[in-house]
C-alpha cells in the first residue's frame, strides 16, 4: 500500500466535535485534503479521529456513549446541547465496534425469552448468557418465530452452540423446536416463572368466570375486588387482602378450589429430587384433571406434555437459575425507555446491546501528524 498524491486541501477546515472542557464546547479543526487515489479516485483523506463525513470526534463519541449508559439518550443530548441523533450515532458507533470485537467462546448457559415492544403485538427474541457470575446480551431477533431464533444459532456457531450445556426457555414451541435442533446435548430447563404465571392465568380466569356468573344470578359480589387476594403469594399480602381472602375462602367456590390447587403446587418447586418431584407433578394433575375446572385442566395437560424438560429445572437449579432470565428482561425494558425516541428497530437493537452486551471498547491511537 503507497500514500496517495494530494489532489487539493479543502478552503474551509471542517469542524469535529471533541470532548467538552470546564462545560466549553471544543472544537477540532482541520483543513481537509483530497486523495487521488488510483483504486478509489478522488477522496477525501481518512483521518484517524473521525470516520467518513462525520463531524464528531471518536474520543467524544466514546464519552457521549459512556454518559448514555446512565441517563437516558435525550437527556445526554439536553446536557451536550446536541441533537439526539448525534447521541444514537456515537452509541451506535461503539456498540458495532463492540459486537465485531466481543468473545462469544465459553458460553455455557444461555437463556431465551421474548419481550414486548411498541404496540400490536410486536415482540423481540432476546438471548442471554447466564453463566454464574457472567450475564449479558447475546442477541437480538426481529418477532418470536423460528426462523427468527434461527438466526442466533447461525451467529453464534455451531461449535458453540454443541458446547452448551444449560438452555433456559419458556414453553414456546419456535424456541423448543429450534433448542432441539441446534442444543439437543443441553440440559434444556423450562424456565419456572413462566409456568407460575401460567398457572395463575388459569386462576383468574376461574375466578373472573366465577364472579360474572355470580353477578348475573344476583348473589352477594363475594369474589369482588379479590384478583390479587388469589394471585399474590400469602407472604406478599396486605393486611386487608388477607383477611378478604380468609373470608372468601369459608366459602364453596370454584376459585377456591383452583386457589388451592394453585397453592399445592408450590410444594412442587420445593423438591431436591427429580424423581420425587416427577412424582408429586403427575399426582398433581390428576387432581387437576379431575377438578371440573377447564382452565386448569388446560394447565395440567400442558405440564405433562413437557413433564422431561420441567424436570430438567431440579437437575439443573444449583447451575442455572431460572430468575436471572427475567432479570435481564427487567433491565432491557428499562434500557428500552432510557432510549426514548427511536423509532426504528436498529435504534432499538442498539440501545439493548450498549446496555447489556458488556461489549469492549475502542481503544484510541493519537494522531502523530506529518
Not at 274 to 302: F, N, V
Amino acid at each position: 500500500m503507497r500514500r496517495g498524491r494530494t489532489y487539493d486541501t479543502a478552503r474551509k477546515p471542517r469542524a469535529f466535535r471533541f470532548v467538552p472542557l470546564w462545560g466549553y464546547g471544543v472544537l477540532l479543526l482541520y483543513l481537509m485534503r483530497r486523495i487521488d487515489c488510483r483504486k478509489c479516485g478522488v477522496t477525501t483523506e481518512v483521518v484517524p479521529w473521525a470516520d467518513g463525513k462525520e463531524h464528531t470526534c471518536h474520543a467524544f463519541q466514546l464519552f457521549l456513549a459512556r454518559w448514555a449508559r446512565r441517563l437516558s439518550w435525550s437527556e445526554v443530548a439536553t446536557l451536550f446541547g446536541i441533537d439526539w441523533s448525534v447521541v444514537y450515532a456515537s452509541v451506535r458507533w461503539v456498540v458495532e465496534y463492540g459486537l465485531a470485537h466481543r468473545d462469544l467462546d465459553g458460553v455455557r448457559a444461555i437463556g431465551v425469552d421474548e419481550i414486548a415492544v411498541w404496540t400490536g403485538h410486536k415482540y423481540l427474541t432476546v438471548v442471554y448468557q447466564i453463566d454464574e457470575g457472567f450475564r449479558r446480551l447475546l442477541w437480538v431477533g426481529k418477532e418470536r418465530t423460528e426462523e427468527s431464533f434461527r438466526g442466533f444459532f447461525t451467529t453464534f456457531g455451531e461449535h458453540r452452540a454443541k458446547a452448551l450445556r444449560f438452555v433456559a426457555s419458556d414453553m414456546w414451541k419456535p424456541y423448543l423446536n429450534m433448542i432441539a435442533e441446534f442444543a439437543g446435548q443441553a440440559i434444556h430447563v423450562l424456565d419456572r416463572f413462566h409456568i407460575v404465571a401460567k398457572v395463575n392465568k388459569a386462576v383468574d380466569e376461574v375466578r373472573a368466570s366465577e364472579a360474572r356468573e355470580l353477578s348475573r344470578r344476583g348473589f352477594q359480589p363475594v369474589l369482588k375486588h379479590t384478583r390479587w387476594c388469589f394471585l399474590k403469594r400469602p407472604e406478599h399480602l396486605t393486611p386487608s387482602q388477607s383477611q378478604k381472602l380468609s373470608d372468601v375462602l369459608r366459602h364453596n367456590l370454584r376459585s377456591v378450589r383452583a386457589y388451592l390447587l394453585k397453592e399445592s403446587l408450590e410444594v412442587f418447586w420445593s423438591y431436591a429430587s427429580a424423581a420425587h418431584a416427577g412424582w408429586y407433578l403427575d399426582k398433581w394433575c390428576t387432581r387437576a384433571l379431575q377438578s371440573r375446572l377447564e382452565p386448569m385442566k388446560k394447565i395440567a395437560r400442558t405440564l405433562r406434555a413437557h413433564r422431561p424438560l420441567i424436570l430438567n429445572w431440579f437437575r439443573a437449579k444449583k447451575e442455572i437459575s431460572s430468575g436471572s432470565v427475567e432479570g435481564m428482561n427487567t433491565n432491557a425494558k428499562l434500557a428500552i425507555r432510557k432510549a426514548r425516541g427511536f423509532r426504528t428497530y436498529p435504534a432499538l437493537e442498539t440501545a439493548l446491546y450498549h446496555q447489556l452486551g458488556r461489549l469492549p471498547e475502542p481503544n484510541f491511537i493519537a494522531h502523530r501528524f506529518s
